[in-house]
């Protein structure tokens, strides 16, 4: 019913940058929150950003000051800017959305996820 699909992933050296982006498409009526998780290898999913259709922005302390998270609530396309990039920010990165369908019905949902590895 609703698709989340990520790019923008890749290798970069520490100290560098990443753009990630995520489109949401399907049986969309709106989408309320929007946001960016991430998995290490060995590790739980853990929260990186969200925004909310109001524009409400909130992020894990980890990545505070180095990270942007930005939205078009048109498009239905969430961004995840990523600078001053450290090895630890290595993981693969999840698109989450809270997706009101076009029935009414609400749908949480997650993108196939997109790797991004910080080494030199």
């Known amino acids: 019913q609703v698709q989340l699909a990520e790019s923008g992933g890749g290798l970069v050296q520490p100290g560098g940058s990443l753009r990630l982006s995520c489109a949401a498409s399907g049986s969309i009526f709106s989408i309320n929150t929007m946001g960016w998780y991430r998995q290490a290898p060995g590790k739980e999913r853990e929260f990186v950003a969200s925004?909310?259709?109001?524009?409400?922005?909130n992020y894990a302390d980890s990545v505070k000051g180095r990270f942007t998270i930005s939205r078009d609530n048109a498009k239905n396309m969430v961004w995840l800017q990523m600078n001053s990039l450290k090895p630890e920010d290595t993981a693969v990165y999840f698109c989450n959305a809270d997706v009101k369908l076009k029935t009414l019905w609400p749908l949480n949902t997650w993108g196939q996820g997109t790797l991004v590895t910080v080494s030199s």
């Open positions: 925004i909310t259709s109001g524009g409400n922005l």
